[in-house]
């Protein structure tokens, strides 16, 4: 879960960085797909996928998918029917998993899949393209821009050849969490209900956020990205430990209330405060070591921003440390001070080797030049707190 808190900070950053004409680092509908780079394929005439040039004219049905997910098992049957039905055609079906490849080969040893998989994928990848629970399935046209957010169960014959002939419509491109009350499309909307399930699926824009079986602090991360750390309270942990069923959206031109909206619902809804504050805070602050910074190389001019992870190492291209802060808060679950001046532009790697501070702050003065010193400092915290009640 760390990890994905992790890559759902990055790729906001890289979102906000990037310029118009590069990929964006998170899928958006009917914009280019993100990068994808697979190192693995099986079933494919590729060793590698490394560029959507690699797949150029061709439809994409990107599946997310796990051994251990029994919807994704229960699914395979189908995704085989359709990659069978519509072999030799300009589609491909790529089945990506971040399971190792021994893993996935003892799999296939019971079950047959036809179309092409990817074992051992990055972290990064789930990201980028908005995977929150398996199954998730992402469409990508021919001309490699995202054509839906969608389900496996819900990709049908139609779906395929509307997606080859570029007018894909999905009625699972609504709310995840459907309310079949109304077929209008609300103009303002709060929703949010206890959700049994562990794995879901999530679309969210710059005002609004839908989604199945999502954690409570995904949810609070996606509205309130300004925040270093997110403080419950004991009287709140049942709360902040749970999975929701949520829709909540506001028009764009209303976006700047958005915050305020969501923070009204939950108190209505499940009686929390939610304050974000100023707060004097046990940090972690990132330092340069006295001989200086080391293993970073200035990027050129035009370079697409990018972070990403693959097992221990962390790799950046464009960007300063402020990354590398999000990464040492998740392992050391402390918020990170970035006081080194180091200005982004810049691409290194980091090597954790592991997730402790001793072995981190060892490697840093290694690898980087940089180190860490524990200190206090005013960051931003949210506050979860129950609701005062009201006595009479």
């Not at 590729?46 to 004219?57: A, T």
């Not at 710059?206 to 403080?231: G, N, T």
Request: contains cysteine; proline residues 5%; aromatic residues 8%.
């Amino acid at each position: 879960m760390k990890k994905n808190a992790l890559l759902m900070s990055l790729l906001f950053i890289a979102a906000c960085s990037a310029k118009p004409e590069e990929r964006p680092a998170i899928a958006q509908k009917e914009k280019p797909a993100p990068v994808l780079e697979l190192k693995k394929l099986i079933n494919s005439n590729l060793k590698e996928l490394s560029d959507w040039r690699d797949l150029k004219g061709k439809a994409v049905v990107l599946e997310f998918w796990a051994s251990w997910c029994e919807p994704c098992v229960d699914n395979i049957p189908h995704i085989n029917g359709l990659a069978e039905k519509f072999r030799g055609k300009p589609v491909v079906f790529i089945s990506v998993t971040d399971e190792s490849e021994t893993v996935v080969r003892g799999f296939m040893k019971e079950h047959e899949m036809k179309g092409w998989i990817a074992p051992e994928a990055p972290a990064s990848v789930f990201k980028s393209f908005r995977v929150y629970g398996r199954p998730h399935t992402v469409l990508i046209d021919k001309t490699s821009k995202v054509a839906a957010f969608t389900y496996p169960s819900e990709v049908t014959e139609n779906t395929i050849e509307s997606l080859l002939e570029g007018k894909i419509t999905l009625h699972s491109d609504a709310p995840a969490v459907e309310d079949s009350t109304s077929a209008a499309k609300p103009l303002a909307e709060f929703y949010i209900a206890r959700s049994a399930k562990k794995s879901g699926r999530a679309s969210y824009g710059p005002a609004s956020i839908s989604a199945s079986a999502m954690p409570f602090f995904f949810i609070l991360q996606h509205v309130f990205k300004s925040a270093d750390k997110i403080e419950p309270d004991k009287e709140t942990a049942d709360i902040a430990g749970a999975h929701y069923d949520v829709r909540v959206s506001l028009p764009l031109e209303n976006g700047k209330d958005y915050k305020d909206f969501f923070s009204r619902g939950l108190e209505d809804a499940l009686g929390l405060k939610l304050t974000l504050i100023k707060k004097k805070a046990e940090v972690y602050i990132l330092k340069k070591t006295p001989g200086g910074i080391k293993g970073f190389a200035k990027t050129g001019e035009g370079t697409a921003p990018n972070a990403s992870e693959e097992g221990n190492v962390f790799t950046v291209t464009g960007f300063g440390l402020d990354v590398l802060c999000q990464a040492l808060k998740e392992r050391l679950d402390t918020p990170v001070v970035d006081e080194t001046g180091v200005n982004a532009g810049y691409s290194y790697g980091f090597d954790f080797k592991s997730g402790d501070f001793k072995t981190i702050n060892a490697e840093l003065p290694v690898q980087l030049g940089l180190r860490l010193e524990k200190g206090f400092r005013k960051i931003n915290v949210l506050e979860v707190r129950k609701k005062m009640q009201n006595v009479k």
